[in-house]
């Protein structure tokens, strides 16, 4: 066959088909394994001391064995392996209120709006600076302490509320300060993207009151509720810093948690790694089963495109208009708790403002000493360095981590991995995301400490960053996989470049970026425990702090003014995006 | 180890210290000289008036916190550690040789001229002292309000038994006579110390000079535990009784006696004063007394030989090993009689440990504990748990002292025998 054009000619020649006919394959390509390598690099700071901790463990003076595990045996181990135990019930149990608060605020128009700052900004503050506030106003005198001052002027005499056995309250209280909103907020986004129809239907079949609420919400919440417990189990099973800051000296064996278990074991052996790795090991264990345990409610819509899901979730039925009485009903409910909630804030600001001599005499109430002289003698503990270098901190570990996460998540969700392989390091990022930092805190102090590159801002950003990117990936990866493929057809057809695809789909995903940018943020400048483990010095801010707090009753001043200080960038950055982080976090587990 | 500074021995320290190194070396101008120490807070700001008045215009001196961790300031790497180091516990002079420089000459003319001699086995080494006592701290001191004792026409004990009779007549009045901060065990120790100094300071010497002290092989350490335990068991003796004690630190009991007036007396060191005197209702009734020879009790006798006992701490200046000349120098003036009087002047608390420092800036309840010091009752012993390792810390006595104070605390004295059997059993398995 021919065509010509003037001088042109164009001929087209066939030619006989020799041999038999093969099945066409693609091109391989090395482009998705490349776009893994920056996640392989940044876990491994992770990764690498992790693997050493689990040798460390088995390797006993007499070659390999179950050895170090003999530690377990010890009366402490299992009494603060109990008391994890007892955190993982009361997380659950927070789980379930969490849930209540939810149902209540649904039931009851106008009055989420107005309690949900309230329940919500906790969540944001250190636990050392909540600890802090709980201490503070569970002082054990009557002139200083809240609770004691009222008991004693009710009674005549009071509880030693920090004492033996009643200590639990104080921790308890803490922790539901910090957790109940998170938990509560996820399930009223859950709640409110249940479709408005369903609900009309099931009312239609005259299914209400608890029938109702098995048949209906329970099921439909499943995958949230395990982002919750997850969540809250993990903090459990990690808490650390709480017991420090909040229990008295001769009470902390009483109040032993594995973590800490973990620190004082170190601490007696300093040369000898294996029994604290066998301990590690144990803590990583328990995180990992309920990790696995929990994802597999996840694992469905996290893992599977959900073309409408992006959009239901981001336009959530609005709730109707209260009517006025509604309106009213819910004010009464809502001021009240919302005043309660917001107490040990209060308590933290009032008791900044007294002097640190005042503060360390009388309770929030007095009206001697009101001045700044607290935040002045906080300011002289090095407050606004340390602030500084923890907001450089927080900042370069969250950039770490949002690029990073993104080319890892798309990878994961529609970079073309060989199936296997993707739900290989989906699992691995799943139990990754719940390790606890005992698990590598050992090796790398030690790296750091022979390199002398502990007290490095930038090391310490860059152990953060490792240890953010699990949680950040999954995350990303439930939202770049609830887009809709049409938006990235050119790309998946290799019409596009992935540069193309992943500004695409980040673009559709902005609140989950947000989320995971706040997240990680927020989570980095409260951190205590990773870098009070690796590089022995705690985060500048909570260092800071945690030095004040060292006689704590007398410096509540300082204490207080530190607190407050260290909690007005995470609480305001949390409070100003916390709806977008709430659309974000629920991404692919809508209904 | 075991000292207010170590109620969390642990992991942090070194890291803070590096990157406060760092700052130092980057915000300094021009040439500086680090000085670690253990001190923060008012303290830490009284010894930075210290270093202000003791730089030249050649240098800078800049004081660095490493808390608990002052061990850790010498084995860091080289390039890091601080050209002086203030150490809390003489004892670590000896074990940390290799890392430190001898003194410059000149400093230390001969072993007893300006210290005193207890200072010399701990200090010098082939002839050549390693380290120069900076503070001293007396550890046997009963804090109390003169106006409680004044209204019961109350006295100071000088004995023990005047002691007990002393608690038990306040109780009568309505008066509570201690307070105890034993959420810091180092409160405990240091009481527990004075009992057995005070009941045989042949065994108290022993135990420190002991390579491996077994306190459970000790009848003496029994014989302590049976009249601290007494003491403890008298009904209403403790502010806010047991309970109320583990939950207060050393300044809540600080507070707990000048501030909210609950209680009459405290045992605590020199140093509380700086405490003393924010918290002090009124200034004009902060007294001291000794704290009284021990000569027994109704069911314990003591032979009167003992005498009071007289328990001092110490931070020793140490130069790290290769010096630079500035270093030297800073030494060499922080050895000087005079260089601590801007503490002594602004914050108090301080007792200097060179013996021709001016005393005319003390406090009249400091003048008395340094004239203790300068002439001492009996032998100088310096301070058991701090020599004692881990088994003088928080798993260790501490923890023993703190249930045995659960235990038999206002319970009556009937049961403290059986208690101190316990407390014997505790330690043995502890010692291993």
């Known amino acids: 066959m021919a065509l010509s054009a003037g001088e042109l000619r164009i001929e087209v020649v066939g030619r006989e088909i020799v041999g038999r006919p093969v099945p066409g394959r693609a091109r391989r390509s090395y482009g998705p394994y490349l776009r893994g390598v920056p996640a392989l690099v940044l876990m491994s700071v992770v990764l690498v001391p992790a693997g050493l901790t689990v040798r460390a463990a088995f390797h006993t003076p007499e070659g390999y064995g179950l050895g170090n595990f003999v530690v377990l045996g010890d009366h402490a181990a299992l009494h603060a392996v109990l008391n994890s135990l007892i955190w993982v019930a009361v997380a659950l149990v927070l789980v379930v209120l969490g849930f209540a608060v939810a149902l209540a605020s649904r039931r009851t128009p106008g009055l989420w709006r107005v309690l949900s700052p309230f329940l919500v900004f906790p969540f944001a503050v250190a636990v050392l600076v909540s600890g802090a506030a709980f201490r503070i106003i569970f002082d054990p005198t009557p002139e200083r302490g809240t609770v004691t001052a009222i008991a004693t002027a009710l009674t005549g005499d009071s509880p030693v509320w920090l004492g033996p056995g009643l200590f639990w309250l104080v921790q308890v209280s803490a922790f539901a300060w910090t957790w109940l909103g998170y938990a509560a907020s996820l399930f009223r986004a859950g709640l409110g993207a249940i479709p408005d129809d369903l609900g009309r239907a099931v009312e239609a079949e005259n299914v209400r009151g608890w029938r109702r609420l098995l048949a209906v919400e329970v099921p439909l919440l499943r995958t949230i509720t395990g982002v919750v417990t997850l969540t809250l189990v993990v903090a459990a099973v990690r808490l650390f810093d709480l017991v420090l800051i909040v229990v008295p000296g001769p009470m902390q064996d009483d109040a032993d948690v594995l973590a800490l278990n973990w620190w004082h074991t170190t601490n007696a052996s300093p040369d000898d790694a294996g029994p604290p790795a066998a301990l590690a090991l144990v803590l990583f264990a328990i995180v990992a089963v309920v990790a696995v345990v929990g994802v597999r409610g996840l694992r469905r819509p996290w893992a599977m495109p959900d073309r409408g899901g992006l959009d239901r979730a981001a336009t959530a039925i609005p709730d109707p208009a209260p009517v006025p009485a509604q309106r009213r009903r819910g004010l009464a409910i809502a001021v009240p708790m919302g005043l309660l909630w917001a107490f040990p804030a209060l308590v933290l600001v009032a008791t900044a403002l007294h002097s640190p001599l005042a503060a360390g005499l009388r309770g929030w109430w007095g009206r001697a000493g009101i001045g700044f002289d607290s935040f002045g003698a906080a300011s002289n503990a090095g407050l606004w360095r340390a602030l500084l270098t923890t907001a450089l901190i927080a900042a370069t570990a969250t950039m770490l981590v949002l690029a990073v996460g993104v080319i890892t998540a798309h990878l994961l969700a529609w970079g073309g991995l060989p199936t296997w392989l993707g739900r290989a390091a989906m699992t691995a990022f799943v139990i990754l995301a719940v390790t606890p930092v005992q698990m590598y805190a050992g090796p790398l102090r030690q790296v750091f400490t022979d390199t002398g590159l502990g007290g490095s801002p930038l090391s310490l950003a860059v152990v953060h960053a490792a240890a953010g990117l699990p949680f950040a990936v999954l995350l990303l990866r439930a939202a770049f996989a609830a887009v809709p493929p049409s938006l990235i057809a050119e790309a998946v057809h290799g019409q596009a470049g992935q540069g193309w695809a992943i500004a695409r789909v980040s673009r559709a995903c902005r609140p989950a970026l947000v989320a995971v940018a706040v997240l990680e943020f927020v989570l980095v400048w409260n951190d205590f425990i990773v870098g009070f483990l690796i590089n022995g010095a705690g985060s500048p801010l909570s260092l800071v702090l945690w030095g004040e707090a060292r006689q704590f009753a007398t410096s509540a001043g300082p204490v207080a003014a530190a607190a407050v200080v260290s909690s007005v960038v995470p609480v305001v950055l949390l409070l100003a995006t916390w709806p977008t982080v709430v659309r974000g976090l629920t991404v692919g587990t809508a209904p | ?432």
């Open chain 2, 1 to 432: 180890m075991p000292d207010r500074r170590t109620f969390l021995t642990g992991l942090a320290g070194a890291g803070v210290a590096a990157s406060l190194a760092g700052c130092a070396g980057s915000f300094g101008v021009g040439r500086t000289v680090t000085v670690a120490v253990t001190w923060s807070g008012a303290e830490l700001n009284a010894f930075r008036k210290v270093l202000r008045g003791l730089e030249t215009r050649h240098y800078q001196a800049v004081p660095i916190p490493y808390g608990d961790d002052i061990d850790t300031a010498l084995g860091s790497s080289r390039s890091r550690r601080p050209d002086v180091v203030m150490l809390p516990q003489p004892g670590l002079v000896a074990k940390n040789r290799d890392s430190l420089a001898p003194l410059p000459d000149g400093i230390w003319r001969s072993p007893e001229a300006q210290y005193d001699k207890v200072w010399e086995s701990l200090l010098f080494h082939d002839g050549q002292p390693y380290g120069v006592p900076f503070k001293i701290t007396h550890k046997s001191v009963v804090w109390y309000r003169k106006s409680v004792f004044g209204k019961h026409g109350l006295t100071p004990p000088t004995k023990w038994t005047e002691w007990l009779e002393l608690n038990r007549r306040l109780v009568r009045c309505g008066e509570t006579p201690l307070a105890l901060g034993a959420a810091d065990g180092w409160m405990l120790t240091d009481f527990f110390e004075n009992v057995l100094v005070g009941c045989s300071p042949g065994s108290y010497k022993a135990l420190t000079d002991r390579n491996r002290p077994r306190l459970a092989d000790d009848p003496m350490v029994g014989k302590a535990l049976r009249l601290l335990g007494r003491m403890w068991a008298e009904p209403d003796a403790l502010a806010g009784g047991v309970n109320g004690s583990l939950v207060q630190q050393f300044t809540d009991a600080v507070v707990e006696v000048f501030g909210h007036g609950r209680a009459a007396m405290v045992v605590a060191p020199d140093f509380a004063e700086v405490e003393v005197l924010r918290f002090a209702a009124d200034p004009g009734d902060i007294r001291v007394f000794p704290f009284p020879a021990v000569d027994g009790d109704d069911q314990d006798s003591v032979p009167a030989s003992a005498g009071r006992p007289l328990i001092v701490g110490g931070d020793v200046a140490v130069l790290s090993a290769d010096p630079t000349e500035d270093a030297r120098d800073l030494v060499s003036r922080l050895a000087g009689p005079s260089a601590p009087l801007p503490w002594i002047r602004k914050a108090g608390g301080f007792l200097a440990a060179h013996r021709d420092t001016p005393t005319g800036d003390y406090s009249n309840e400091l003048r008395k504990l340094n004239c203790d010091i300068t002439k001492p009752p009996g032998e100088i012993q310096f301070d058991l748990s701090d020599q004692l390792g881990p088994i003088g810390g928080r798993t260790g006595l501490w923890r023993v002292l703190q249930d045995f104070l659960v235990r038999v605390g206002g319970q009556g004295s009937g049961g403290v025998p059986h208690e101190v059997d316990e407390a014997m059993k505790q330690l043995r398995e502890l010692e291993g």
